[in-house]
């Protein structure tokens, strides 16, 4: 009876205590985002990687380049890390991934050359990080203005002020700078109307929000022509999430967000779409490209291979190592141990505990991007000082 009543009362401790985990929490001031690894921990299990070596340097070399640039500097040092350091572990790596003549040679290199340190994740300690994926989708379109098409993506407004590193500042205004509008008073005014500020116009509200949280669009119109656009800028405004308002309001649960899950209930409920929305105030402004999508650090951004994390806590363009799973919240839930590239940011990666992986163009891409929603755990790699 005592073992009984022992192992109830261990259980009822264990469930008071466990703590359901906060991706969007922010560190306390002055706590660190990248915490060492000392050499007792467990390690993350890379080595495989150096097979997937040739699959790696395209990314890898559009970090280096990133790095090259004077302009890079102003963004160093983060967490301790200096703009040479960063620049030299990259350069070792690449070195590395070229001279090592085995996955065990590899591995006895780089836990000997470089310092690898975990994200604090979620809860500041090393807890875990919550990754979901992006792409950037293909979507039905014109360059004209009609009762089919009628939902603009903007170019970046001339009134929108920002510091050189992408900064927004806010609208310009008569009495000086303002807080930009917000979706639902740039979506229901006529703030933008008249300004020839619109690339190209949607069938679908939702298109255009998908658009808005990918940051970036291929637009295919009826010619065939194909309009990419690329990320210009945003408003300012913070991010909601559109699941998560579904969920909160009970449309859907929370296990089924996913992308085609939303699309299905915007179709069932066309007249409700606007309202939720209209709840991220967050806007996206575009620009015409001529190349594949780049991301923050104006570098094209790679399939399964560049991350977007919060560029006030992390490093610009490291070395990451990823352990998490895409299409989690399906029955085909891959695992994914990969090194990627922090290359990019988001309106909802805005935390120690978050982040994004970039997951290519077209179809599959954005069912795979709308599936993926998994705690994972996230490592990068400097020479040791």
């Known amino acids: 009876m005592k073992h009984i009543l022992l192992a109830a009362l261990t259980l009822l401790l264990v469930t008071a205590c466990k703590t359901t985990p906060d991706y969007g929490r922010p560190l306390p001031p002055g706590a660190p985002a990248l915490i060492p690894l000392e050499d007792g921990e467990p390690h993350p299990e890379f080595a495989q990687q150096w097979t997937e070596r040739q699959d790696l ?21 983060v967490e301790g890390v200096s703009h040479a350091r960063a620049l030299k572990s990259l350069q070792r790596f690449e070195e590395l991934l070229a001279s090592s003549r085995s996955e065990r040679e590899f591995r006895d290199a780089i836990e000997a050359e470089f310092q690898i340190y975990k994200s604090a994740g979620w809860n500041g300690r090393g807890g875990g990080v919550l990754f979901t994926g992006y792409c950037t989708p293909i979507l039905k379109g014109s360059k004209t203005a009609s009762a089919r098409y009628a939902h603009p993506l903007y170019a970046l407004p001339p009134d929108l002020v920002k510091t050189p590193t992408g900064e927004i500042l806010g609208q310009r205004t008569a009495s000086g700078l303002q807080p930009y509008p ?4 740039i979506e229901a005014g006529a703030l933008l109307e008249g300004k020839q500020l619109e690339l190209v116009w949607l069938a679908d509200p939702l298109d255009a929000y998908i658009a808005h949280v990918n940051g970036s669009a291929f637009v295919e119109l009826e010619n065939g022509e194909l309009v990419k656009l ?42 409700r779409v606007t309202e939720y929305l209209d709840r991220n105030d967050s806007y996206v402004f575009f620009t015409p490209i001529d190349h594949d999508p780049h991301g923050s650090l104006n570098v094209p951004v790679s399939g399964w291979r560049s991350l977007a994390t919060d560029k006030t806590l992390f490093p610009r363009g490291a070395i990451v190592y990823v352990e998490t799973k895409l299409h989690a919240n399906t029955n085909h839930g891959a695992q994914v141990n990969d090194f990627l590239f922090d290359q990019d940011t988001g309106g909802a990666i805005r935390t120690a505990g978050r982040a994004d992986v970039y997951l290519g163009v077209g179809p599959e891409a954005e069912e795979l991007a709308g599936t993926t929603r998994a705690e994972g755990q996230l490592y990068y790699f400097f020479l040791r000082e």
């Open 57 to 77: 340097l395209p990314a890898l070399a559009h970090s280096i380049a990133w790095m090259k640039r004077k302009s890079s500097e102003q963004h160093f040092p």
């Open 182 to 185: 917000a979706r639902r008073a």
């Open 230 to 271: 690329g990320y210009a800028g945003k408003n300012g405004q913070p991010y909601t999430s559109l699941g998560q308002e579904l969920v909160k309001e009970k449309e859907l649960r929370k296990d089924e967000v996913s992308l085609p899950a939303i699309r299905r209930w915007a179709k069932e409920h066309p007249d």
